[in-house]
């Protein structure tokens, strides 16, 4: 079998050459795949995920319905007057179908009643569904793709790619990237909602000693990682936009390992789905399937735990020097190259590694941050000679992205002290890209110089630098792999905003495997970089466990002092594995005037809030008073620094009626009217 450098070099990586060498086959993938109870005997077509809903489109009996992870199935085909359902999709509470012949029905009750949504398409059979936004498309035989912008209520003709009358059978979305996959013309990739294409990738099979481009009959998506199933091929999976692909290895009967009859995919939980029209419906764990991914083209891995050997087998050990193994994997004393007890670790050439594709990770625990007259400490350089990448830690606690010797990118990306990271550089022959703890911290565009030194080691030679702390887990991979190598939580966005002295961390994910939950954490930012302090927890927010459902999350942290803070998110998994989020910082400034807000809610049951704001350090009062005039409440009584502030006040032993609650701060008083209703 020819090794994964070789294969990324040929220029052809796991696409033709997938189909016309043998497959590989590791041992831990021949167990992937196990059958599930689907009653129904004909050919599964498609499949569509709603919360815990899993629907599948069949060859004649309809839509069948299961909300227990495929253990039963239901029909669901009330108004459904095609039964040859090739296509389903989900859009907010509305299910489409598309069928062989009868065009688009749409359901907004999982499936209970159907309805037609076609007007406008010029080709009622309808091979393929997915939805980009508030876009819905639809590829149909020979006509191409259509689009609806409401919901099926009408369609227009999208831009034609391939040839002339091509089928489009099957289409998924990656963010703002569309894949079509067609009928003997391979995979399309459009990064403008249709309006242009990109041949992105074919498979080759054999047909009466011919070489025929593969159907890709169906595609499915999870975080950033495309599946697709080619006819005469079977399944792959790519995590980088289709540019490399593998087949994940199976235990399925030869005929449906060779893709003969591979009509649907569907990622649902932690489970890829795929119908096949004689033998029902099959299931794989998708985090085995992708790691089945990463462990087909990783080259070397030194784990650094007990030995400096290449597990893989492909490459010498490494050369250790003063570096003692410790916590599983080697401590690094920090002292330089030419000093006594000098530290150093570097693999040797590594065989085949070719410069136009790779990615390298690390794991780096730090015990000292780097002085400011060291200016700089490495995790990991290539190359022992010419420097051709490298991951920098910087005395202000970020990361740099070094590389072609002198070059740098700086980042505003942070690193800890007592911490287990994740370093990874990847690169696609014209971009690199650094991250850190699977945060993205810094992109640059260039080509590598010295391709003679192709090594990789915890030194950076020409300064004879290294930091001090732990280092383990160094691998090689022949492509380019967007981290994280194994998704647990898709965080898609992460902000933090202020209303007074509170600030309020708002967050979202677009899939989660065995999420336990976050870690609020926060730090004051000094003025002084170099004296960066350490991360405290605040607050812990429970996780979904396993979903492929967009969640929200927000946190509140509220009376900060005046001060710069960053705050980040510490995501946990069930197994205890941790990443950490990006930053988000934010500035709490001391008020110019005395403030006091209205009381919210008001009218109130049983307990309002009330905020105000002190511009210089004061004694305090606020009580509440009933319309008599008599003291009902003391609410704050104390001297106070400047800054805002929010008190509540329950009067739950307190009648209906009007209050008035006042303030006194030095010299300023104001009085406010309230309204308690029960």
């Not at 699977?438 to 090594?455: P, R, Y």
């Amino acid at each position: 079998m020819k090794n994964i450098y070789q294969l990324a070099r040929s220029g052809r990586f796991l696409l033709v050459a997938f189909c016309l060498f043998t497959r590989i086959n590791l041992l831990h993938a021949q167990n992937l795949w196990v059958q599930t109870n689907m009653s129904y005997v004909g050919s599964i077509q498609c499949f569509a995920v709603s919360g815990t809903n899993l629907f599948a489109g069949t060859d004649g009996g309809g839509v069948f319905l299961s909300s227990d992870s495929s253990t039963s199935w239901t029909a669901v085909n009330a108004g459904l007057i095609d039964t040859i359902v090739t296509a389903l999709a989900v859009s907010g509470t509305n299910l489409f179908a598309g069928t062989d012949g009868g065009g688009v029905f749409r359901s907004t009750n999982n499936g209970a009643s159907w309805t037609t949504a076609s007007t406008g398409l010029t080709n009622n059979t309808v091979w393929s569904l997915c939805v980009s936004g508030t876009i819905l498309f639809a590829g149909t035989s020979s006509n191409g793709l259509f689009h609806s912008t409401d919901n099926g209520a009408s369609w227009w003709t999208a831009n034609t790619l391939g040839g002339s009358g091509t089928d489009v059978i099957a289409l998924a979305v990656i963010g703002t990237n569309l894949f079509a996959g067609t009928r003997s013309e391979g995979l399309f990739l459009s990064t403008n909602n249709g309006a242009s294409w990109t041949a992105k990738a074919s498979w080759i099979h054999r047909s009466r000693g011919a070489n025929l481009i593969c159907s890709i009959t169906a595609l499915a998506v999870f975080g950033t990682n495309l599946f697709a199933a080619a006819s005469e091929a079977g399944v792959f999976v790519s995590p980088d936009n289709g540019t490399t692909w593998v087949n994940p290895g199976t235990n399925l009967p030869d005929i449906i390992n060779g893709g003969y009859n591979l009509t649907a995919l569907a990622v649902f939980g932690t489970n890829l789905f795929v119908g096949e029209k004689n033998y029902g419906v099959w299931r794989s764990s998708v985090s085995e399937v992708i790691q089945f991914f990463y462990s087909s083209n990783l080259g070397a891995w030194y784990p650094l735990n007990s030995t400096p050997d290449d597990t893989i087998g492909m490459n010498g050990s490494m050369l250790l020097t003063n570096t003692p193994f410790h916590e599983g994997g080697i401590y690094c004393n920090g002292i330089d190259s030419g000093n006594t007890n000098y530290c150093q670790a570097i693999t040797p050439a590594l065989n085949d590694f070719d410069f136009n594709s790779f990615t390298i990770s690390a794991k780096f625990k730090v015990s000292e941050y780097p002085n400011i007259s060291e200016n700089e400490r490495p995790v990991f350089i290539g190359g022992d000679v010419s420097r051709w990448v490298g991951f920098i830690l910087m005395p202000d606690s970020t990361v740099l992205f070094r590389y072609n010797n002198s070059f740098s990118e700086p980042s505003s990306v942070y690193y800890s002290l007592n911490s287990w990271h994740d370093a990874t550089i990847t690169y696609d022959g014209q971009t690199g890209k650094l991250y850190l703890d699977s945060v993205l911290a810094c992109t640059a565009e260039f080509q590598i110089d010295g391709e003679n030194n192709k090594n990789v080691g915890i030194t950076d030679f020409a300064n004879a630098k290294t930091f001090k702390g732990w280092f383990r887990d160094l691998k090689i991979y022949a492509c380019m792999v967007t981290p994280p190598l194994v998704l647990p939580v898709e965080l898609t966005a992460f902000t933090v905003s202020l209303t007074g002295f509170n600030a309020k961390l708002q967050w979202k994910t677009a899939t989660e495997v065995n999420n336990y939950g976050f870690e609020v954490e926060r730090r004051p930012v000094s003025s002084d970089r170099a004296s960066v302090a350490n991360w405290g927890k605040i607050g812990f927010v429970q996780g979904n466990g396993t979903s492929n459902a967009q969640h929200n999350y927000s946190f509140i942290d509220q009376n900060i002092a005046m001060g710069k803070y960053s705050y980040r998110l510490k995501q946990i998994d069930n197994d205890n594995t941790f990443k950490y989020s990006q930053e988000s910082e934010v500035t709490i400034v001391v008020p110019n005037v005395f403030t006091m807000s209205q009381n919210f809610p008001n009218p109130f049951n049983p307990s309002t809030t009330i905020s105000f704001s002190l511009p210089s350090e004061s004694f305090v009062s606020m009580k509440v008073f009933d319309i008599l005039g008599r003291e009902v409440s003391t609410l704050v009584s104390e001297k106070m620094p400047a800054g805002s502030y929010t008190k509540q006040w329950n009067a739950s032993n307190l009648g209906s009626g009007i209050y008035f609650y006042r303030l006194q701060a030095g010299s300023f008083t104001e009085t406010k009217k309230l309204v308690l209703l029960k």
